[in-house]
């Protein structure tokens, strides 16, 4: 009996023991304390090490945030001042164009109803010289009333006309005769002309005697001269003055272009008039 009370207490008391079922917690604790003595293990510095710098990205990407909105806050007040600046200035633009419409319109409108002499003050009428009143003598000899009429001859008389028209006679015979005096202008031209042989044995002295044989009323043959064409042929290049109403470049060109057997062809190099 008395060995199983001793055995039954015993067990009474670890039932009642718990620090095997909660040795963690105790684990736990015991290294907190030495923790506690000791200072806090690597890996909790490097947590709080990562902790603390994640707090400072964090707070850099606030701060950048922050000065992005205020940097965009700060553009958007500025256009919005330059909006309101423009459209001030439009405001003005319009108004004065406003102001100058209506101008305008009041000078147009005073225009329209003012008659035209005042509207061009600046025009000089003409001065109207009255029509020569003839002077009629009327004798109040007692007579009637119409024999006063007959005396006085409200339209004037033919001889008033008849010389006006003989001193208009007497002036345009008068320009006749000094134009006919005066003397006509001759209208003359200056060609120069090329006349080409048909090979390098045509005697060209002979050649230009023909052409300066041709003779004619208004002609005046000039200074001539021989110009190489090639393979040793060369074309006679003379000037001559001729009237245009009596010598022309076709009648020159067919006398010249007579003479066969010299001449090949006939081509006006210029024409000046004098």
């Not at 040795?23 to 690597?42: I, L, M």
């Not at 209506?102 to 003050?121: C, I, Y």
């Not at 109040?140 to 006679?169: P, T, V, Y």
């Not at 190489?228 to 290049?237: A, E």
Request: with cysteine; proline share 3%; aromatic share 4%.
């Amino acid at each position: 009996m008395p060995k199983q009370s001793t055995n039954m207490s015993g067990l009474q008391c670890l039932a009642t023991e718990n620090i095997w079922f909660d040795k963690h917690r105790y684990d736990e604790a015991e290294k907190c304390f030495y923790e506690g003595v000791n200072g806090p293990s690597t890996q909790q510095q490097q947590v709080k090490t990562a902790l603390q710098q994640g707090k400072g990205r964090q707070q850099k990407r606030q701060h950048r945030n922050s000065s992005s909105h205020a940097g965009g806050d700060q553009e958007l007040v500025s256009r919005m001042k330059s909006l309101e600046l423009e459209n001030q200035t439009l405001h003005k633009v319009v108004e004065n164009m406003r102001a100058a419409l209506q101008k305008l319109e009041s000078r147009v409108a005073m225009l329209e109803k003012t008659p035209v002499l005042a509207a061009v003050p600046c025009a000089k009428a003409a001065p109207v010289q009255a029509a020569p009143v003839k002077q009629v003598k009327v004798e109040n000899g007692g007579g009637d009333d119409d024999d006063d009429d007959d005396d006085i001859d409200l339209f004037g008389s033919d001889e008033e006309d008849e010389e006006a028209e003989r001193l208009k006679q007497e002036r345009l015979e008068a320009y006749a005769a000094k134009k006919a005096k005066k003397p006509t202008l001759i209208a003359k031209s200056s060609i120069l002309l090329d006349v080409k042989p048909w090979d390098d044995e045509t005697d060209m002295a002979k050649l230009e005697e023909c052409v300066r044989s041709v003779q004619m009323d208004g002609l005046l043959w000039g200074a001539s001269k021989l110009v190489p064409v090639g393979y040793g042929i060369k074309k006679l290049q003379i000037n001559c003055v001729v009237e245009d109403d009596k010598v022309g470049t076709d009648i020159l060109e067919e006398e010249i272009t007579k003479f066969e057997d010299f001449v090949q062809s006939v081509d006006v190099a210029a024409f000046n008039k004098i």
